[in-house]
C-alpha cells in the first residue's frame, strides 16, 4: 500500500451501519486525506464505532435522508477547503480500489465531475431484474424528463472538483439527490466522465417503489421551486 | 327536511366552537376568518338545496344537487390535501436545515 494519501476528501453517509461502517472506514481512513462520517439519526451504534476511528464524525439528530447526509458532509468540507470531495457509501458495496480511479480526470483537469457506472464494464454483478428493468427505467426517466444520457444515473459514487461543489447545491433530502445533482451537473455545463466501477452487491439495495418515490419527491420539489 | 335540519343544527355548532375558540385566542384572525367563510357558506349552500336542485338541473347534470355538492366537496378536500403535502415537503425541507445546522456546529 502506498503511503501517499490521495488528496481526498470521503464523505460517508451512514444511517443504521453499525455492522459495515468500521470495515469501510479500516480500508478508507488510510487512503486518503480525510474521511467524514455523517451518522444519519442511526440508532444502532454508527456514531460510536466511527468515532473509535480517525473520521470526523458529524451526526443528524434524526434521520433526514441520504441527500441531507451528503449535503451536510460536503458543506462541511467546503468550509474546511477539501478540494476534490467523493461521496462513498458506508454498506461496503463500493470498492476503495475505484478511488483514485474516481478522481483521475479531476486532476489531469479532464473533468469537473466524475460519476462511477456500473455498466461501462462487466465486472459488477448486479441482481437481474435491477439490471434489465429497474435502471433501464431510470436511465429512460432520466432521459426524458432532464434530458441525461448517462450509463448509470443513480450511481452513487461520485467525486466532485471544488468548482463542481461551488456550483452544485442540491435540495433533495432523499434518494432523489442523485438525479437532482446529475441535472444540475449539466445545467451549469461542468464537465463530466463515467468512470467504470464495481459494486459488491451485499443486498438489493433500491427497488422500483423507491424509484416512483424519486418520481414523486422530483415533482413535489418542482411545485415547491 | 329532517337531513337538512340536523345539517343546519351541526353547521352553527360548528361555528359556535369556531367563535370560542377564536375569543379563547387558540385560533389566529385568519385562520377564524377562513373556516367561519367556508361553514357559512355551507350553511348557505345547505338552505338553499331547493335552489341548487334547479340550478344543477339547468346545468344538465342528472344527480340531485346535494350529490354535485359533495362532489365539488370532495375535489375541494382533494385540493387541500395537495396544499397540506405541499406544506409538509416546506416544513421537512426547514426541519433538514435545522438538523444539518446543528451537525455541523458539532
Do not use: E, Y
Given at each position: 500500500m502506498s503511503s501517499i494519501k490521495l488528496p481526498i476528501t470521503l464523505i460517508i453517509p451512514a444511517f443504521n451501519e453499525a455492522e459495515h461502517i468500521r470495515s469501510v472506514l479500516d480500508e478508507v481512513v488510510p487512503l486518503v486525506e480525510s474521511v467524514i462520517v455523517v451518522?444519519?439519526?442511526?440508532?444502532?451504534?454508527t456514531a460510536d464505532i466511527s468515532n473509535r476511528t480517525e473520521a470526523v464524525v458529524l451526526r443528524h439528530l434524526v434521520n433526514r435522508g441520504q441527500g441531507a447526509a451528503l449535503r451536510t458532509g460536503t458543506d462541511y468540507a467546503v468550509m474546511n477547503d477539501s478540494r476534490i470531495i467523493v461521496h462513498y457509501d458506508a454498506?461496503?458495496?463500493?470498492?476503495?480500489?475505484?478511488l483514485s480511479r474516481m478522481i483521475e480526470p479531476i486532476l489531469k483537469d479532464e473533468a469537473d465531475m466524475v460519476f462511477g457506472s456500473?455498466?461501462?464494464?462487466?465486472s459488477t454483478k448486479m441482481p437481474f431484474t435491477k439490471k434489465h428493468f429497474i435502471m433501464p427505467l431510470a436511465r429512460f426517466i432520466n432521459r426524458i424528463f432532464f434530458g441525461l444520457d448517462m450509463t448509470?444515473?443513480?450511481?452513487?459514487f461520485r467525486a466532485f472538483s471544488y468548482k463542481a461543489v461551488k456550483e452544485i447545491n442540491w435540495q433533495?433530502?432523499?434518494?432523489?439527490h442523485c438525479s437532482e445533482i446529475l441535472y444540475l451537473a449539466h445545467k451549469n455545463s461542468l464537465r463530466i466522465k463515467e468512470v467504470p466501477i464495481t459494486i459488491i452487491y451485499n443486498e438489493y439495495g433500491q427497488r422500483l417503489s423507491g424509484g416512483f418515490k424519486i418520481i414523486k419527491d422530483l415533482f413535489i420539489a418542482r411545485l415547491l421551486n | 327536511m329532517i337531513q337538512q335540519l340536523l345539517a343546519i343544527f351541526i353547521i352553527i355548532y360548528f361555528i359556535s366552537r369556531l367563535t370560542w375558540q377564536y375569543r379563547q385566542q387558540a385560533l389566529a384572525r385568519s385562520e377564524y376568518r377562513f373556516w367561519m367563510f367556508f361553514w357559512l357558506v355551507a350553511l348557505v349552500l345547505v338552505v338553499s338545496l331547493k335552489q341548487i336542485d334547479r340550478l344543477v338541473l339547468s346545468l344538465g347534470f342528472s344527480a340531485p344537487g346535494i350529490a354535485v355538492l359533495t362532489d365539488f366537496a370532495i375535489i375541494i378536500l382533494l385540493y387541500f390535501i395537495f396544499r397540506l403535502r405541499l406544506r409538509v415537503a416546506k416544513l421537512e425541507r426547514d426541519l433538514t436545515k435545522v438538523v444539518e445546522h446543528l451537525a455541523i456546529k458539532r
Open positions: 451518522d444519519d439519526g442511526s440508532r444502532d451504534g454498506d461496503g458495496q463500493f470498492r476503495s480500489a475505484d456500473r455498466f461501462l464494464d462487466n448509470d444515473p443513480q450511481s452513487g433533495q433530502d432523499g434518494m432523489a | -
